[in-house]
């Protein structure tokens, strides 16, 4: 499909925006905003990096940055109400990577998580690490989503350091399109009973329906 023509087959209206959106999440060490289109550079550099693909388990784009433009500016102006997409910035303003919580399932309050660090200087330093505490501090006390998973590959044991540190737990292994994962999973539950002083707030968001909230497989570095 032409990277523009899936904006016709949407049911909301182009100025319709899901109550999530306009999300500015801070961490230890990050910031957590909207992405918008000052982006795309960074964003084209890192979907065509092979590196960073490998990490991922997907080929590099073949995209132009033209047609690339064109098809994140759609996404921009035709979000899902199914995904919320966020850039990640240091707190002095640098955008150094992404993460975004997508097929949110109203019925079975679940949704997949997905991270990049995208700039290679702020691997082992702990950014990852604070990006996944600050979006699932974010989705289980202002969310009704009950269960975060993600798939990370079995041989990335940096990236499941990260996860595990953050509340994750391994659940099974995974063989898909000739990638070995591991499944991880981090249950709301089970992360109130880390964080005690956040169980108020999330007994409310609890009673919220997780709808009010992009594919991507998570090979974060630390």
Known sequence: MNPGSWKRLLPWPKSERPAERNLRLQGRLVVLREKRIEDVEADFAWRVDSELASLDAAPPLRLSLKEYKRYFRDE???????????AVETLDGEHIGNVM???VDERKRQAELGIMIGIREYWDRGYGTDVVA?????????TGI??????TLEWNERAQTVFKKTGFASVRKVSR????????EALRSDWLIDHPDEDRDAKAAGNRAPADVEGGRSGVPD
């Open 101 to 103: 919580y997508y097929d």
């Open 146 to 151: 009950e269960r975060v998973y993600l798939h």
């Open 134 to 142: 600050t979006v699932l501090r974010h989705i289980f006390v202002e």
């Open 76 to 86: 921009l102006e035709y979000p899902s109400p199914w995904s919320v997409r966020l």
């Open 177 to 184: 399109d000739g990638h070995n994962f591991i499944l991880m």
